[in-house]
């Protein structure tokens, strides 16, 4: 079992990780002292492991609400938040209730969010069961949902009170979902998390699934991205960092239409091809690109030649928010573990080295 201290501005919790002690981690005090608690559980975790999560509330049943949440992308939205806030108001939760959110991204960011606008705010525990949720949506206090226009538009920072990491959830995880999680500790083992890149390199996709192999790489990927929260919250600067291969991945995405191509496959094209224009300009050597392609074939974490309108991802890449002027704004790497923000690259530089890759 890992515990993580983690703080960010005035809050400070902690980051529980381990197998099958769902149960234990909800008779601390955080949660014991509580007068209701909303229990919002994926209706497809619920499903998988609807039984363990109610053997884990236990005597806790008697003040709980359960809600369960069809977390498709779609329904991560604002329209869908207020009809789980009215329910709040129904099940009478007042400031001395707790929001308690069990599943992967989307749960975790509708329950952020739900919690945080909650009459000012009530405390949110998480409980990721998505591989991608444990090593990073649940960690850093961002809660948002979405507006038809577009993605994550309205949210708030809401650091939770506790976070539990059940490695038990991931024994139903689809290999798709688990790449989505590898993806982002490849990425924060490339721009400092020295642990998370040893352990990929010193494994494979058959001895990652042990326990105690995935346990440390969680636990890696945690400690990582909390201390950079701890360093900058709000992203005035270095928790940008974390957005490494990001632009090109979503833009790969949206390109796409969000279609044969998932996040994670998308994040690691962005990566793949990063790495690359930071090689050609002399930022990175042969050898450490290396290292990071090698991971990225060993866990299959790309498809091989995605079909992609390159002109249309540019564009893409051009509306993002992160971008301006004939030079795209990106994190670059001045060597593994190096991240510069606000860098620079010619269009003409990173066109060529799409066209050569993909
Ligand atoms: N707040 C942040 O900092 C942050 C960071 C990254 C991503 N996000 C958000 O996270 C979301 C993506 O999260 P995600 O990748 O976890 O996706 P997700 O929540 O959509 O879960 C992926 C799929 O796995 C299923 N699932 C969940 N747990 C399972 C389990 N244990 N076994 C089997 N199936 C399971 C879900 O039902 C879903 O179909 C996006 O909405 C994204 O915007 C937020």
């Known amino acids: 079992m890992h515990t993580i201290k983690a703080s960010a501005g005035s809050a400070s919790y902690e980051i ?34 609807g039984e363990y999560v109610r053997r884990s509330l236990g005597d806790l049943r008697g003040r709980s609400v359960l809600l369960l949440m069809d977390d498709r992308e779609e329904n991560k939205s604002y329209a869908h938040a207020e ?5 709040f108001i129904a099940e009478k939760l007042n400031r001395r209730a707790i929001v308690i959110g069990i599943g992967g991204g989307v749960v975790g960011d509708f ?5 945080g606008v909650y009459m000012r705010g009530i405390p949110v525990i998480h409980v990721p069961t998505t591989l991608l949720a444990m090593v990073d949506s649940s960690i850093g206090g961002k809660a948002a949902v979405n507006l038809t226009v577009g993605k994550n538009i309205i949210g708030l920072f809401h650091q939770p009170f506790l976070v539990v990491s059940d ?13 989505n999680g590898l993806a982002e500790s490849l990425k924060h083992g490339i721009i400092g998390d020295n642990a998370a890149l040893e352990l990929l390199e010193g494994n494979g996709p058959d001895s990652l699934r042990r326990v105690e192999v995935i346990s440390e790489l969680v636990a890696a990927s945690a400690r990582f991205k909390s201390a950079i929260v701890e360093r900058d919250e709000r992203e005035a600067g270095l928790r940008s960092i974390l957005n490494f291969g990001h632009t090109i991945g979503h833009a790969i995405e949206s390109s796409m239409g969000y279609r044969g191509i998932s996040h994670g496959q998308a994040v690691a094209a962005g990566i793949r091809i990063k790495v690359e224009v930071c090689r050609r300009m002399g930022l990175l050597s042969e050898a450490e690109a290396g290292r990071v392609n090698t991971v990225i074939q060993r866990y299959g974490l790309m498809p091989e030649g995605p079909d992609l309108d390159i002109d249309q991802v540019i564009r893409h890449m051009e509306y993002d928010k992160k971008n301006f002027g004939d030079a795209i704004n990106f994190v670059l790497l001045a060597g593994l573990g190096n991240p510069r923000i606000n860098q620079r690259i010619p269009i003409d530089v990173l066109k060529q080295v799409m066209v050569e890759m993909c």
């Open 167 to 179: 490695l038990h959830f991931l024994e139903s995880l689809p290999a798709g979902e688990v790449t």
């Open 16 to 49: 529980l990780i381990g197998n099958s002690f769902l149960h234990d981690a909800l008779r601390r005090p955080e949660v014991s002292s509580a007068e209701r608690i909303a229990v919002i559980v994926s209706a497809r975790v619920d499903e998988l492991h």
């Open 111 to 115: 329950a952020g969010f739900c919690s």
């Open 83 to 87: 009809r789980f806030l009215e329910k």
